[in-house]
């Protein structure tokens, strides 16, 4: 079951944006549930955990909508994000919560449709995400790659850090693999991975901060970014971005 959260103080807004919501064509009552919050502290308290899509009001009383999907983030990493308002334009600091979509309210009907059928797309396709194998000591692992937060080059291998969001965590918080970094990167790239240094690979959705010197993950550990690999390294953070977070 796929799990949509709208949070609007505004009532009007709320139901507006469900009624949408239902009559996307991508939209299937069968595996989806929407759920409506009139507050960001009410939809932190409840289900933060259990979001695949959440659409957030920008200006809500008590917890504005990036204060809500800041804290929906400290552990939840996959749900897609868009942010909605008619008045609050976006801000440096919102990428640090990877919205995926901005929605103005007051804008064409049919431009918010066509952005609503895009986050339904893209929350399906973050459901069937790919995942990698990887060996360690004679045990294979098939590991969803956003389990992943980041990769480290070791002498006979990779040791492969995961998010405490993984299923895994608990009995491995690090799998030392034996297969190269090198080779795990030529399949890792393409699904949102970057090298801010040659021993590192890192996932870029769960980069927490970012400077132009070094990043912190979302487990808090800082990476450096080294002098040879910083501008293909920002250049391939502003890459990702710019491709998920578009004005509707």
Do not use: W
């Not at 194998?133 to 045990?139: N, Q, T």
């Amino acid at each position: 079951m796929f799990n949509i959260v709208i949070c609007d103080d505004s009532e009007i807004d709320l139901l507006q944006m469900k009624g949408f919501i239902e009559s996307c064509p991508e939209f299937d009552a069968r595996t989806m549930q929407i759920k409506t919050f009139s507050s960001g502290v009410s939809y932190i308290e409840e289900m933060k955990e259990n979001t695949d899509l959440l659409l957030t009001d920008m200006q809500m009383e008590l917890m504005n909508g990036f204060e809500t999907a800041r804290e929906m983030r400290r552990i939840n990493q996959t749900a897609v994000l868009c942010f909605c308002s008619s008045v609050v334009t976006p801000q440096a600091e919102h990428f640090e919560v990877m919205p995926y979509r901005y929605i103005i309210k007051n804008s064409d009907v049919e431009r918010i449709k066509t952005t609503i059928r895009e986050l339904i797309v893209e929350m399906k396709h973050r459901k069937e995400q790919k995942t990698i194998e990887l060996v360690s000591d004679g045990v294979a692992f098939l590991v969803p790659v956003n389990d992943i937060l980041y990769l480290e080059k070791q002498k006979h291998g990779t040791k492969v850090t995961l998010s405490v969001s993984s299923p895994l965590y608990k009995s491995y918080a690090n799998i030392s693999s034996r297969e190269k970094l090198a080779d795990l990167a030529e399949e890792l790239k393409p699904e949102g991975f970057a090298s801010p240094h040659s021993s590192y690979l890192v996932n870029i959705r769960k980069i927490f901060t970012i400077s132009n010197e070094s990043i912190t993950m979302e487990n808090e550990q800082i990476i450096s970014i080294s002098r040879g690999n910083k501008e293909n390294f920002h250049h391939e953070f502003s890459k990702y971005f710019s491709k998920k977070y578009r004005r509707s």
